[in-house]
């Protein structure tokens, strides 16, 4: 049974970071690209970064660009996104998904093989 769990989230105030974790399991973890996206209540689903499945390219939108960074420890079954700077516009549930392809150029972004429940981030003012 695959299992994505995302942990990291919480409350900070703008301009605050945070740090938040995926781990996986019964699933061969390097063969994926991973991804974050996040959903805000009555928006819709948006996507953030997404990692090849080496650690060695990957995207992000421009929303994040320069505040967020992607990474990934294939030997822990680890995927994390690093938060800095965040603003209020950054407040939604965060989920990480697992995309059956090698690179995030070819990521079907509304098609994820797995994702898990979330963390909810919320950013105040």
């Known amino acids: 049974q695959v299992q994505l769990v995302e942990s990291g989230g919480g409350s900070v105030q703008a301009g605050g970071s945070l740090r938040l974790s995926c781990t996986a399991s019964g699933l061969r973890f390097g063969d994926y690209a991973m991804g974050w996206f996040r959903q805000a209540p009555g928006k819709e689903r948006e996507r953030v970064s997404c990692?090849?499945?080496?650690?060695?390219?990957?995207y992000d939108e421009d929303s994040v660009k320069g505040r967020f960074t992607i990474s990934r420890d294939n030997a822990k079954n680890t995927l994390y996104l690093q938060m800095n700077s965040l603003k209020p516009d950054d407040t939604a549930m965060y989920h990480c998904?697992?995309?059956?392809?090698?690179?995030?150029?070819?990521?079907?972004?509304?098609?994820?093989?797995?994702w898990g429940q979330g963390t909810q981030v919320t950013v105040s003012s």
């Open positions: 990692i090849s499945w080496k650690g060695d390219s990957s």
């Open positions: 998904a697992a995309y059956l392809t090698r690179s995030c150029y070819s990521v079907d972004w509304s098609n994820p093989s797995y």
